[in-house]
């Protein structure tokens, strides 16, 4: 009987590269108004080389853009970038459609929710508390609670763990198969995969069930506990 959903959270809650992507552009935007001396296809390209160096959520991206650029940091360039960059991020930052009910049918029919995600605890934090989405989980691990990222056992193991449960009365629901479902099966539990989310464009992701709207799960969640 499944008694728990774990999710992961960007790209299966929050549509998050559609968030970074509109925030870098308008940090780019307004460090080349502030006197950053390139355009805003060059510099998007050379700030995307570092975050897919250095990983999605890196923080310094800005810092190291400029001091690779220029070898020093200019304060007017940077801080102009910061606030689009954080205002854009939060005017772009959206639940996709239908999460709001099914998370709330979801607690409806008496099914824990949990979160497991390799953001950075403050990054993840922000973004459940923005979308007013931080009460409605039981159990949140980042990577800084387990520090080390999926598909590795360890983060799945203590959300089951603090959720007082086993992998069998857990589903997790995620959109990156190599991480979420390859991670979640290795320790027993089902899996859903969010293709909606994807960005791979994978084919087979070898999850249970494989889902283009998160509304779907309360159907599956229904199957697996005989619910008529």
Known sequence: MIKAIIFDL????VDFMTMKDRAIDAAVHAMVDSGLNMTQAQAKEKINAIYKREGIEYQQVFDEFLKEEYGCIDNKIISAGIVAYRTAREAALK???????????LIKMGIKLAIVSDAPSNEAWLRLSYLNFHHLFDVIITYDESRERK???APFNLALSKLNLSAKECLMIGDWADRDVVGAKAVGMKTVFARYGDTFNTVHPGSDYDINSISELINIVKKENNIV
């Open 151 to 153: 598909p590795s056992p």
């Open 95 to 105: 639940p996709y459609p239908k999460v709001f009910p099914t998370l709330i049918e």
């Open 10 to 13: 960007d790209n299966t809650l």
